[in-house]
Every structure is written in structure tokens, then in C-alpha cells.
């Protein structure tokens, strides 16, 4: 199977920023597409920004001047920085990618999640 774990959440103040980090590991053949959800109380879970194997970036109009996704293939790992946060950030940030096992299974990969909290 493979796994992915988010770090890099917490408490920040508006206007401040941070880096949230996902690193999937396990049966991993190869990784398409990662990238991030949020989930703030009360609201459905909402796209914030995927990059695929080959460099392409998408973001939500919400996030767009202000996020910016990376990943290190090497490392299996995808980045979300996250600058001029403001209080309507607030919401669990999950990680997701697209991967294919060494069984060859294809797999959509959810990770626990990782609370962000912007004070204003």
C-alpha cells in the first residue's frame, strides 16, 4: 500500500505564512498528480492546488497569488507554501495523491490531514 503523511500546520497570524509538507511512502511504483484539499468546519472539502509528474500546476481561484505547490520526485514528496494567509484559511489541509503500487494497483491516497489556523 502507500501512504502519505502531511506536516508543517499550526497557528499563524493573517497575513503570515507557512509550508506544508506531504510525504508518501510505502509500495510506491510511481506518483501522477499530487496535491491539496482543505476541509474548514462546516463546508465540503474543497480543491486548493495539484501539480502533475510533469510540472503542471493548477490552483482555486481562492488561493491563486498566494500558494504555490512543488514537489521534490525524489523525495516523494509534495510542498504547499502558503503566504498571506488569511483567517478563511482555516481548515484541515489534506494531501492526495495519484499512485500506482508495485502490484500495479492504481490508488488514490488520502492523508490524515493537518490543521491550519489563521488568527486575525
Known amino acids: 500500500q502507500v501512504q502519505l503523511v502531511e506536516s508543517g500546520g499550526g497557528l499563524v497570524q493573517a497575513g503570515g505564512s507557512l509550508r506544508l509538507s506531504c510525504a508518501a511512502s510505502?509500495?510506491?511504483?510511481?506518483?501522477?498528480?499530487m496535491g491539496w484539499y482543505r476541509q474548514a468546519p462546516g463546508n465540503q472539502r474543497e480543491w486548493v492546488a495539484i501539480?502533475?509528474?510533469?510540472?503542471?500546476?493548477g490552483y482555486a481561484d481562492s488561493v491563486k497569488g498566494r500558494f504555490i505547490i512543488s514537489r521534490d520526485n525524489a523525495k516523494n514528496t509534495v510542498y504547499l507554501q502558503m503566504n498571506i494567509l488569511n483567517p478563511e484559511d482555516t481548515a484541515v489541509y489534506y494531501c492526495f495523491a495519484d499512485a500506482r503500487s508495485n502490484t500495479g494497483r492504481i490508488l488514490k491516497v488520502w492523508g490524515p490531514g493537518t490543521q491550519v489556523t489563521v488568527s486575525s
Open positions: 501539480m502533475d509528474s510533469g510540472g503542471m500546476t
Open positions: 510505502g509500495s510506491i511504483f510511481s506518483l501522477n498528480a
